[in-house]
């Protein structure tokens, strides 16, 4: 089995970082600072020194640290398109492919290896989300940034769920509402529980893993609002 690919357009950067070695480390480094950096630590700089290159190689491929970030959480956001479509396209049931679908998001089902990014480590991509994903639009920006078609990867991902949501419940008034709500909170409660605890009921040494009390706290909210919305 392969590795899939995810092809992003070029309105996400100045060069394509996949067509050239450069351009791939770039991403891939970038990646792994700031995981352990973090956004506001991280610079072109630090990421220049990191792979014995330029400011200015780096600034060939992104105009800054923000539309990095951008690339990576739509580059996510788009892989998590495709499991999706892969991992439920053959379940006729919509309650079961909205489980399957929630386990997937939360990253608490065990993806075949075909699944694998080949050039980005996906729990060091999963951690980036967790911590600095809602950066790509909580900034003054933000109607620029949607104006360009910047948020396309997070909107079709929603989609794709809310489809499951109308498929399962279609009289439900608020199935956009109810997907962008569990889509957040699928990595906002995990954030919670490694940095501000009293915040959720999550933990990271809990009872069973982390990503497991996630995927439980996001069926109970979804069948609680759904089973309401029926009074």
Not at 110 to 121: A, E, G, Y
Not at 206 to 216: I, M, N, T, Y
Request: with cysteine.
């Amino acid at each position: 089995m392969s590795s899939i690919t995810i092809v992003l357009a070029d309105k996400y950067f100045k060069k394509d970082p996949q067509s050239s070695d450069l351009g791939r480390k770039i991403v891939s480094e970038g990646l792994a600072m700031l995981d352990e950096l973090g956004f506001e630590e991280f610079t072109f700089k630090k990421l220049a020194d990191r792979i014995d290159s330029t400011e200015a190689s780096v600034y060939r491929y992104f105009k800054n640290k923000h539309k990095l970030l951008v690339y990576l959480t739509t580059y996510y956001w788009s892989w998590l398109a495709y499991v999706i479509e892969f991992e439920t396209h053959h379940i006729e049931e919509a309650s079961a492919k909205l489980d399957r679908v929630i386990d997937i998001i939360c990253h608490a089902y065990d993806l075949p290896k075909i699944l694998d990014l080949p050039s980005l480590n996906i729990s060091k991509l999963r951690r980036v989300i967790d911590n600095e994903s809602d950066k790509t639009y909580l900034n003054r920006q933000v109607d620029e940034i949607n104006r360009k078609g910047l948020f396309t990867g997070y909107k079709e991902l929603c989609g794709k769920i809310t489809s499951v949501i109308q498929e399962l419940k279609p009289e439900y008034q608020y199935p956009k509402a109810l997907v962008s709500t569990i889509l957040e909170a699928s990595h906002q409660q995990t954030f919670f529980a490694h940095h501000l605890p009293s915040l959720t009921e999550l933990e990271v040494n809990g009872h069973c893993v982390l990503e497991k009390q996630s995927a439980d706290f996001i069926k109970h909210t979804i069948s609680s609002v759904l089973k309401n919305s029926e009074t």
